[in-house]
């Protein structure tokens, strides 16, 4: 099976064009305001604008009012969802719109009881728990605390590079793995090589 890669954080036409080249499967828009890679609609809808066919445009939200949701949903076609706050099922589903649900992994956690309570989602993203920060930490947590089948497609986040992706891959067997800061020059800046790099390694750990 092929890992899919998504590009979180993108902030920059030229940033868009890199992944796109580099061969991501989608590309991640913060619309939370207290994040370094916050972006407001009328750049994000700019940016998704010339995305190519199987290229998905994410929307990534923390407690976000239901009508800034829709907002998005109305500017940026196609786009899929993505809940990184505390968000229950009951609101992730009343978008009517395919959905992915952060979960923050720290010990203690019940992933397996978390994952069921979004079991109408097309997948859940593991990653780190750093308290007061939903998410873009580059922090990894311990992978060993995923068991081994969930009820909803695995993205793996937190901390992942170049240096770890194809460990993680190897190890996780994830549907698909999410990159922010770990192909960034500086907060919400990407570097075309480290992104080319991490695709790289992705690759070699589906061989």
Not at 60 to 82: D, H, K, S, T, Y
Not at 127 to 151: C, H, K, M, N
Not at 192 to 202: L, W
Request: aromatic share 8%; net charge negative.
């Amino acid at each position: 099976m092929r890992t899919r890669v998504k590009i979180c954080g993108l902030t920059r036409q030229h940033d868009v064009a890199a992944a796109v080249h580099a061969g991501a499967d989608a590309v991640g828009f913060v619309f939370y305001e207290k994040s370094p890679r916050h972006v407001v609609l009328e750049d994000a809808a700019l940016l998704a604008q010339g995305l190519p066919a199987f290229v998905t445009p994410v929307a990534l939200f923390v407690n976000a009012a239901a009508a800034e949701v829709r907002q998005v949903i109305e500017a940026i076609p196609g786009v899929l969802l993505q809940f990184h706050g505390d968000e229950d099922a009951a609101y992730c589903e009343s978008f009517r719109r395919p959905y992915m649900k952060a979960l923050r992994i720290r010990a203690g956690v019940d992933i397996v009881t978390e994952a069921t309570r979004y079991a109408s989602a097309c997948g859940v993203l593991l990653d780190a728990y750093v308290e007061g920060i939903p998410g873009g930490t580059g922090e990894r947590f311990d992978w060993s605390l995923i068991p081994p089948q969930l009820p909803v497609p695995l993205i793996l986040s937190g901390g992942l590079n170049a240096g770890n992706v194809a460990d993680g891959i190897r190890s996780v067997k994830p549907w698909a793995v999410d990159v922010s800061s770990g192909v960034e020059a500086a907060k919400g800046i990407k570097d075309a090589d480290k992104i080319a790099a991490f695709m790289q390694e992705v690759k070699h750990a589906n061989v």
